[in-house]
């Protein structure tokens, strides 16, 4: 997997507390942010390049309002010159949240990750890019594929059935596979009650379009994104679930009921 945390233009994002306050237990609505966070559609993945080369990490997010699109080298924030100020700098980042690297050294090897934050919250997505010598002859090197080469968007994922843990999730595969078979799903998850960014299901997901998300809490409500990958890497996400509720502990259901 090559992101942290981790839409398509069409993509509703009408799928918040705010709307329906009565799927916000416990009215987290008022004391919780009320929108799912950015999404990235299109990040770059890891890459092995030559010395002098030039790198093209893509970012590109989608979102409720204008996201920020900042870059990380090791953990560490890159002060990046634009593109437009005419600068020259080596380190540039495209109008469209790109980062483009020119003149590459090995000091340009390194965990990059790609930050797209808003008011409603944040995103990441790292990958790596390796820099070595030409003349390395234990080295693959390897240019991040075109766009085409991953697999399109699947189908927005509904629930087949829900109990206090879990959400059993469908969706539709991909149109098209990309330059290989889809070996796997990934799924991401978001709630009002869990913060501001989208969280992964660290299963191994098949490349059967349907599972089972464990581990969720009782009551709530949740949104959810998929992703199919092939071996050249991880296409673009679903159009956002709707808001599914997982069923009310029988605990709390029980001393409701005494009251």
Request: net charge negative; proline share 8%.
């Amino acid at each position: 997997m090559v992101f942290g945390t981790v839409l398509s233009l069409t993509t509703t994002l009408s799928l918040s507390c705010y709307y329906h306050p009565d799927q916000c237990p416990n009215n987290t609505a008022t004391t919780n942010p009320s929108y799912p966070p950015p999404v990235i559609q299109y990040g770059h993945q890891n890459q092995t390049l030559m010395v002098n080369d030039m790198a093209i990490m893509p970012c590109q997010a989608i979102s409720r309002v204008p996201a920020t699109i900042t870059w990380l080298k090791n953990g560490e924030l890159l002060n990046l010159s634009s593109a437009e100020d005419g600068s020259g700098s080596r380190l540039q980042q495209l109008v469209t949240g790109t980062l483009r690297i020119s003149d590459l050294s090995k000091q340009d090897t390194a965990v990059y990750t790609c930050r797209a934050k808003n008011e409603d919250g944040e995103a990441t997505w790292t990958a790596s890019l390796i820099v070595d010598e030409h003349t390395n002859p234990n080295t693959m090197f390897q240019r991040m594929p075109d766009a085409a080469a991953f697999p399109s968007s699947p189908g927005k994922p509904i629930a087949l059935n829900t109990s206090e843990e879990t959400v059993e999730l469908e969706w539709s595969p991909p149109e098209k596979h990309g330059a290989s078979p889809i070996i796997g799903y990934i799924i991401q998850y978001w709630s009002a009650v869990l913060g501001e960014s989208w969280q992964n299901v660290m299963d191994v997901i098949p490349s059967t379009p349907r599972f089972r998300v464990k581990h969720l809490r009782p009551g709530n409500s949740y949104a959810f994104v998929v992703r199919a990958e092939n071996s050249k890497g991880i296409g673009p996400p679903s159009p956002i679930s709707d808001m599914i509720s997982t069923k009310a502990s029988s605990e709390r259901s029980h001393f409701e009921e005494d009251e």
